[in-house]
């Protein structure tokens, strides 16, 4: 392995993977807990301090991970994240810029370089000339990105959820079989016939493919800076609240009344139809 940086600060990015939609309750199929990232402050400045202005102070004052997402999947090499809604590029007098709350909210990219490679598991990196908030965890050792990509920072804690994620099901765009063999060609022949029909009969869809595309949402749910190994907020979203609680009743109430209705649809229906032979 190559050089390492050295962390001279930590924050937290607490997610929420929801594995299982099959669930009367979303939350009976999802996963919680927290990564806890080392940042290199020292071999990338500019790159962390790009990276620390999305985890504003007062929650709202600004676009934050707090409302961020994991989206993406480069099969067994990075998991891709920090997505955060609301927050969308835009165009402004033939730039590209970006807009949050109906503002233009000014961004640069921080064009950084150093010496850091690609080389291990567990690194974040982030793209040179993206002035966005994505980022990227590797899954194995990635040497493709190292004239792309600026290695900031690892993950201290939480890698049992980036395995989980490596897990959900993803958009592969390609079959996944041995390249020539019977599975393989039949999957390409079939994804051709249906891009041929879509397009023929319209469909604008076909024009757009998401490689890597996770099928599966993960959400971060909170994000803060670790100061003196305690979080600025004293408050832990992971422990259940009465209130979360009570939520998690009410919509097992409201999906069994739901569940209700549609079988008394469904018998009143069978019994207008044996009526009417």
Do not use: C
């Amino acid at each position: 392995m190559g050089e390492r940086g050295d962390v001279t600060s930590k924050v937290y990015l607490d997610l929420r993977i929801l594995k299982d939609y099959n669930k009367e309750v979303l939350e009976d199929g999802a996963v919680r807990g927290r990564l806890v990232i080392g940042l290199y402050g020292d071999e990338a400045p500019k790159t962390v301090a790009h990276f620390l202005q999305f985890f504003p102070k007062v929650s709202g004052e600004a676009p934050g991970y707090a409302t961020g997402s994991f989206f993406r999947h480069e099969a067994g090499k990075w998991l891709e994240g920090g997505k955060i809604s609301g927050l969308l590029p835009t165009q402004l007098a033939g730039s590209d810029s970006y807009e949050w709350n109906g503002a233009v909210y000014p961004l640069k990219p921080p064009l950084e370089a150093n010496e850091l490679r690609h080389d291990r598991k567990w690194l974040i990196s982030h793209k040179k000339f993206n002035a966005g908030p994505e980022f990227d965890i590797l899954l194995s050792p990635s040497p493709e990105l190292d004239s792309s990509n600026t290695v900031f920072g690892e993950v201290l804690a939480g890698q049992e959820l980036l395995l989980e994620m490596a897990q959900l099901p993803f958009v592969t765009g390609r079959s996944l079989d041995p390249k020539g063999s019977v599975a393989s060609n039949l999957w390409s022949a079939q994804n051709q016939y249906f891009r041929g029909l879509a397009k023929s009969l319209g469909d604008t869809r076909v024009q757009k493919t998401f490689p890597g595309k996770l099928l599966r949402r993960v959400e971060i749910t909170k994000a803060g800076v670790v100061v003196g190994g305690e979080d600025e907020e004293e408050a832990d979203d992971s422990v259940p609240t009465p209130e979360s609680a009570l939520k998690g009743n009410l919509q097992r109430e409201l999906f069994q009344l739901k569940r209700k209705k549609q079988l008394q649809e469904k018998e009143d229906a069978e019994a207008a139809r044996l009526l009417s032979e």
